[in-house]
């Protein structure tokens, strides 16, 4: 195992505890989202629209992270590992005599 596997199994009773925190003061969560909004409105405005496509990347991606933060299973999840995207998909079994 290595230290980055470690380090996840160590510190997913801490991610789970927070999340059911997260869960049962659902409402200010909703108003940290209607924060994130408002904080990008206000960036856009200051900005003049230059940015508002990365903007509203970058908020989506901040609300997502939270909703998954906050409902874990909805978004398919099953509180597992979460699979590593730089490994490359290899089929199982031996390889094959070709």
Do not use: C
């Amino acid at each position: 195992m290595g230290l980055l596997d470690n380090l996840k199994a160590k510190l997913a009773p801490a991610k789970d505890k927070a999340s059911h925190l997260a869960q049962q003061h659902e409402d200010k969560v909703d108003k940290l989202q209607h924060g994130i909004d408002k904080a990008a409105r206000v960036v856009d405005e200051k900005t003049k629209g230059k940015y508002s496509d990365k903007i509203q990347t970058g908020t989506g991606r901040a609300k997502g992270a939270v909703d998954r933060f906050v409902h874990p299973d909805a978004m398919g999840g099953t509180g597992g590992p979460v699979p590593d995207p730089t490994t490359p998909n290899r089929p199982e079994g031996p390889p094959s005599a070709s």
